[in-house]
C-alpha cells in the first residue's frame, strides 16, 4: 500500500468555491525511503510544490508571486504543519535548514 501525507491548509487559506472547508493536496511517497538523504530532499520539494499550489501559485506561475506565496502564513504554516505530521527527522533537518532561503525564492 502507498503511503500518503495530505497537506491540510489553514482556515486563513481562500476556500475553493465558497466552500468553508480548508483545501488539501496529497503527496505521494511510497516510492521514497525517507531515511536516506536524497529522498528527503525529494519529499521536501514535493511538500514545498504542493503548498505552492494549493497556496494560490505553482512552479510555472511568475517568480514573484510564488515568492509571495512563500512568504505567507499560508505556505508557511502548511508547510511546517506538514513536515511536523509526517515526523521523518531527515525531512524535518532539510526543512530547518532551508526555511529561511525558501521565503526568499
Do not use: H, W
Not at 31 to 56: K, Q, V, Y
Amino acid at each position: 500500500m502507498k503511503r500518503l501525507i495530505a497537506i491540510a491548509l489553514i482556515a486563513c487559506a481562500a476556500p475553493a468555491a465558497g466552500s468553508a472547508a480548508p483545501l488539501t493536496a496529497v503527496v505521494r511517497y511510497g516510492d521514497l525511503d525517507l531515511s536516506r538523504s536524497d529522498d528527503a530532499a525529494m519529499m521536501m520539494r514535493r511538500i514545498d510544490r504542493a503548498a505552492l499550489s494549493a497556496c494560490g501559485a505553482s512552479k510555472v506561475s511568475v517568480r514573484e508571486l510564488q515568492r509571495a506565496v512563500r512568504e505567507g502564513p499560508c505556505f508557511q504554516e502548511t508547510l511546517a504543519r506538514t513536515v511536523s505530521a509526517l515526523n521523518a527527522p531527515a525531512v524535518s533537518a532539510i526543512y530547518r535548514e532551508q526555511m529561511p532561503q525558501m521565503a526568499a525564492r
